[in-house]
């Protein structure tokens, strides 16, 4: 038992000196190459030819970490063009009824939208669509399950709660199996839903959302008590 223990103990200080000295290895070449390194797939290699493979797999990983930055800058630039292009249009309306059009556009295009809903608390002249809703804030009851989020303010990604389901989509509860919902504080409620339920998912990035939502509060600013 002591031997085994000592073997041990021997192996590691191995380890440990080699760790300390890790060009050893490069002023016995011969040693290096005769050495092999058990895998758990398949027979011993040699140090050279395991390096080698760590090296290859280390590269591969690295190719799709840069894939997937690349892919992420590339969805950011097209979300920053989106963002841009929607002020513009939001600019350019004469009037409320206008803007909000606009902006349920937006969010059905831009975002894929199988079904896009809004709920707002001042009246808009001229739109009564079958997806917008106005409901006084604070007075209505079925925006109780909304107040955390108009008081934060950020926008949630994801399968909402029950409760919040009914006054969004009413009996188009199938084409919202994800949402990504806006609250705008003092304005009201945007929803987009998907029908795929992975679309919308929590932890997926909300800046851009949020900035859409800002725009859109603005722009409706400009009407406000006209």
């Excluded at 002020?87 to 939208?113: I, P």
């Excluded at 808009?124 to 604070?138: F, K, Y």
């Amino acid at each position: 038992m002591s031997e085994e223990k000592k073997e041990r103990l021997s192996a590691h200080e191995v380890a440990v000196w080699l760790r300390r000295h890790p060009k050893f290895l490069g002023q016995y070449p011969d040693l290096a190459m005769s050495m092999v390194v058990p895998r758990e797939d398949g027979p011993a290699a040699s140090l050279a030819s395991y390096q080698l493979e760590v090296l290859r797999d280390k590269n591969r990983e690295l190719n799709k970490r840069l894939a997937d930055l690349f892919a992420n800058a590339q969805d950011n630039e097209r979300l920053a063009v989106r963002t841009h292009q929607l002020a513009l249009a939001l600019m350019r309306a004469d009037t409320a009824a206008d803007t909000v059009r606009v902006m349920a556009a937006s969010m059905t295009e831009d975002f894929d939208g199988d079904a896009v809903r809004m709920v707002l608390f001042e009246p808009v002249a001229g739109l009564s669509p079958d997806w917008l809703q106005i409901l006084p804030s604070g007075r209505d009851k079925r925006l109780a399950p909304f107040k955390d989020a108009l008081v934060a303010g950020e926008p949630i990604c994801g399968r909402l709660n029950p409760d919040k389901m009914p006054l969004l989509f009413g009996d188009a509860q199938e084409s919202a199996a994800s949402v990504a919902l806006i609250p705008m504080p003092g304005t009201g409620l945007i929803a987009i839903g998907s029908k795929d339920p992975n679309r919308f998912f929590p932890g997926m990035g909300t800046l851009f959302l949020r900035l859409m939502g800002e725009v859109f509060v603005t722009a409706m600013l400009r009407f406000d008590k006209k």
